[in-house]
T-cell receptor, first 110, second 119 residues
Framework: KNEVEQSPQNLTAQEGEFITINCSYS?????LHWLQQHPGGGIVSLFM???GKKKHGRLIATINIQEKHSSLHITASHPRDSAVYIC????????????FGKGTKLSVKP | NAGVMQNPRHLVRRRGQEARLRCSPM?????VYWYRQLPEEGLKFMVY????????ESGMPKERFSAEFPKEGPSILRIQQVVRGDSAAYFC?????????????????FGEGSRLTVL
């Protein structure tokens, strides 16, 4: 079993839909990252959080440390949100020594 | 303010050759991280460097791979005697020095990646 599991693996949505991507982990963590990998391959950091909730524009990330679970929500989804969303955790290692999920491939149809 | 710059974006090598991948961190960042993404697989941490120091190389293969971040110039990931299994996308990320207050959010800034193909 992978230490970081994401669900779903693939997600297709209609423009405007509310989207939720889940991340569960089995190790103790000090931080959790949500990343976005564009179709061209580049990676953008969306959030880093260790507790609670963060919001940036239409994106919201939450984490429940007790349940070892995080969610990434996208409100009013748009085709430009189509990308792979990756959850990664820092677990006892050095800064940047992250354990990555396999990613959730999101496709938003117009 | 330029972001993390990686070059080359694409590199083709024959088996047995050497591959050198370069990463210039964002201005003001002194921490550099390298990650590998094999085809159809997730990202894997390789190495964490600060200027002239390797801090954590627990993810680096023991043979043929090395990394450096000299006092001047970019960080370099070097792969000697490449094999087909080295074909992957190699990403670099950087972050500011720790203890810099508001600048030090723990956020990582990624480059566009270097895609290595070994023939």
């Amino acid at each position: 079993k992978n230490e970081v599991e994401q669900s779903p693996q693939n997600l297709t949505a209609q423009e405007g839909e509310f989207i939720t991507i889940n991340c569960s982990y089995s190790v103790g963590i000090s931080a959790l990252h949500w990343l976005q990998q564009h179709p061209g391959g580049g990676i953008v950091s969306l959030f880093m959080l260790s507790s609670g909730k963060k919001k940036h524009g239409r994106l919201i990330a939450t984490i429940n440390i007790q349940e070892k679970h995080s969610s990434l929500h996208i409100t009013a989804s748009h085709p430009r949100d189509s990308a792979v969303y990756i959850c990664a955790v820092r677990s006892g290692g050095s800064q940047g020594n992250l354990i990555f999920g396999k990613g959730t491939k999101l496709s938003v149809k117009p | 303010n330029a972001g993390v710059m990686q070059n080359p974006r694409h590199l083709v090598r024959r088996r047995g050759q050497e591959a050198r991948l370069r990463c210039s961190p964002m201005k003001g960042h002194s921490h550099v991280y390298w990650y590998r993404q094999l085809p159809e697989e997730g990202l894997k941490f390789m190495v964490y460097l600060q200027k002239e120091n390797i801090i954590d190389e627990s993810g680096m293969p023991k043979e043929r791979f090395s990394a450096e971040f000299p006092k001047e110039g970019p960080s370099i990931l070097r792969i000697q005697q490449v094999v087909r299994g080295d074909s992957a996308a190699y990403f670099c990320a950087s972050s500011p020095p720790t203890g810099t207050g508001l600048l030090d959010t723990g956020e990582l800034f990624f480059g566009e990646g270097s895609r290595l193909t070994v023939l």
